[in-house]
């Protein structure tokens, strides 16, 4: 089958278009309008949504209990390229039809895993150039790609961090393969996510001698992608838990401390996935923060998780509370870093119509558009920098202001105080600030 894809997967279904909030229509969007500039860029700009490959053509809604509800069209093919080449198909289909620019992938959402690893890298390379046509043909490109080193049995006590060489050196080999395919593919950032890279029980785990192995791996693998001219991004993406007990890459603030003990604070970034933040007892807008304090917010896993289970559900995000308090972190970090969003959320197993996946996409897209101009308000027409700013005025000038440009000691702090006598309460008035945001949504 031809680059242009004879076949259409998503029969019925049209163009997504921006028809404004007073539409009817569900196949419709009523916030994202691709052009529409808000603060300084369009919201196509802003946001850079990505399609996860995984989830989106992959995902048959199999779970614990039971297995997938979805039968695709594209699976039709037993043999294994040709199966790839249809799954590709209508990925860009789908991807086409949204009006969005960008699909995130793994190595083996890509095509099938071989036999052997020789047979794999020969199916890898066959798939890279089938989706560089696509890609050049349609100009949808890779926000980012990764390796999926948590799959296979192999890596089930951990990829870079095994307790086994042979298998550290399989892992390596792996991202090697995953990271030609992304550069081959113009990618523009590379994930790197630890799902098995922690562990089951501590009792049997080196855990200093992981962490310096996961730090050499993670250096030889920036080191060879700079050598092979990758200019884009490495991004690690946090998460507390799942599959592991215990995962490395625990939270933003343990990240960080990590890519800085081992030197790769320069060329790392950080992915940072809604779930993953409420799995690690922190918010989204909080994780936001941390690593944009650092200088590295790279990238955003967009999706959520559920109220009422401890587990990573990755919806699709509707929630536009937590949405419109991340755009305001968002907005004021300037953006992500040469990421953007991808939508790393599956739909329910009970969503098996074929549009299903089309309207979760449009309502998170919706959801963010919705929350970046009510963010973009917040900001620009309301009271709330100035109240938050207020709050801190008394480091504006006089000794508040020494004290910032370290100026003052400790038995000066002694001095100022002793002088001050009794000091007056200074409300936070939180309920204010949550009035605010709840008046622009
Ligand atoms: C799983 C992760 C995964 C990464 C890519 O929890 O979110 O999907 O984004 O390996
Ligand atoms: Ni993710």
């Not at 992915?271 to 941390?290: D, G, K, P, R, S």
């Not at 008394?394 to 001095?415: M, R, V």
Request: charged share 25%; net charge negative; glycine share 10%.
């Amino acid at each position: 089958m031809g680059v242009s894809g004879a076949k259409e997967f998503y029969k019925g279904i049209g163009q997504i278009n921006f028809e404004g909030k007073e539409s009817d229509n569900p196949l419709a969007f009523r916030y994202y309008n691709p052009d529409q500039i808000v603060a300084g860029k369009t919201m196509r700009e802003h946001f850079k949504f990505a399609i996860s490959y995984w989830h989106s053509f992959g995902g048959h809604g199999s779970d614990l209990f039971g297995g997938g509800t979805r039968s695709f069209v594209w699976d039709e093919y037993k043999e294994p390229i040709r199966a790839a080449k249809n799954r590709a198909d209508a990925a860009f289909e789908f991807i086409s039809k949204m009006g969005f620019d960008y699909f995130c992938f793994h190595d083996f959402d890509l095509v099938q895993e071989g036999e052997t690893f020789a047979q794999s890298e020969l199916r890898l390379a066959t798939m890279t150039d089938y989706l560089k046509e696509k890609k050049n043909a349609t100009g949808i490109k890779a926000l980012w790609g990764t390796a999926n080193c948590f799959s296979h049995p192999r890596y089930m006590n951990g990829a870079a961090t095994n307790p086994d060489f042979n298998i550290v050196a399989r892992a390596g080999a792996q991202v090697k393969l995953a990271l030609d395919a992304t550069i081959a593919l113009d990618g523009e950032n590379f994930v790197i996510w630890g799902g098995r890279e922690g562990y089951l029980s501590l009792l049997n785990t080196d855990m200093a001698r992981e962490l310096d192995h996961m730090a050499q791996f993670l250096t030889q693998v920036r080191d060879y992608g700079r050598q092979q001219g990758f200019k884009g991004g490495f991004l690690l993406e946090p998460k507390p838990m799942e599959p592991s007990k215990h995962q490395y890459d625990f939270d933003c603030a343990t990240t960080i401390g990590f890519l800085r003990e081992y030197g790769l604070e320069k060329d790392f970034k950080l992915n940072i996935e809604v779930n993953h933040a409420t799995l690690a007892q922190h918010t989204f807008q909080h994780e936001l923060e941390v690593a944009a304090k650092a200088g590295m917010l790279g990238s955003i896993d967009a999706n959520r998780g559920d109220y009422h289970n401890g587990w990573d559900t990755a919806q699709f995000p509707n929630n536009i509370q937590e949405v419109t308090e991340a755009m305001l972190v968002f907005l004021k970090a300037g953006g992500v870093q040469g990421g953007g969003v991808n939508f790393d959320a599956k739909i329910r197993r009970n969503s098996t119509d074929i549009e299903d996946i089309f309207l979760a996409h449009i309502g998170g897209a919706d959801i963010f558009a919705r929350a970046l101009l009510t963010a973009d308000k917040i900001i620009t027409s309301s009271p709330y920098e100035s109240l938050r700013a207020q709050r801190y005025s008394s480091f504006d000038t006089g000794k508040g202001k020494e004290f910032e440009d370290g100026k003052l000691n400790l038995t000066d702090l002694y001095t100022i105080a002793k002088e001050n006598g009794e000091i007056q309460l200074q409300s936070g008035k939180q309920e204010l600030f949550e009035n605010i945001i709840n008046r622009y949504i």
